[in-house]
Nanobody, 118 residues
Framework: QVQLVESGGGLVQPGGSLKLSCAAS????????MAWYRQFPGKQRELVAT???????NYGDSVKGRFTISRDNAKRTVYLQMNSLKPEDTAVYYC????????????WGQGTQVTVSS
């Protein structure tokens, strides 16, 4: 039974930083690439960053150079370090797998809210 629990969100001023965590049950870290997604109000989720089982990473154009994804397989946790935050980064952030064909729908958790505002 896989559970994904996101944490670390909150209110931050423009230019500030936050670090998100996603704790996972089960053995999915040894099977799948992991990813962070985000969802703006009234819109579908978008892919933010991915990290493969071997550690290679990819980022969406809007966050490249500002966000860093990492994983700790022993702790079954994936992280997203967010620097130089902008108001347009305000969203609910989720973690899930990245299979190439997308996330696994039954794994979606509640996400964590990130609000960037002065």
């Amino acid at each position: 039974q896989v559970q994904l629990v996101e944490s670390g969100g909150g209110l931050v001023q423009p230019g500030g930083s936050l670090k998100l965590s996603c704790a996972a049950s089960g053995s999915i870290f040894s099977i799948y690439a992991m990813a962070w997604y985000r969802q703006f109000p009234g819109k579908q989720r978008e892919l933010v960053a991915t990290i493969a089982t071997g550690g290679s990473t990819n980022y969406g154009d809007s966050v490249k150079g500002r966000f860093t994804i990492s994983r700790d397989n022993a702790k079954r946790t994936v992280y997203l370090q967010m620097n130089s935050l902008k108001p347009e980064d305000t969203a609910v952030y989720y973690c899930n797998v990245d299979r190439g064909r997308g996330a696994i729908n039954r794994y979606w958790g509640q996400g964590t809210q990130v609000t960037v505002s002065s």
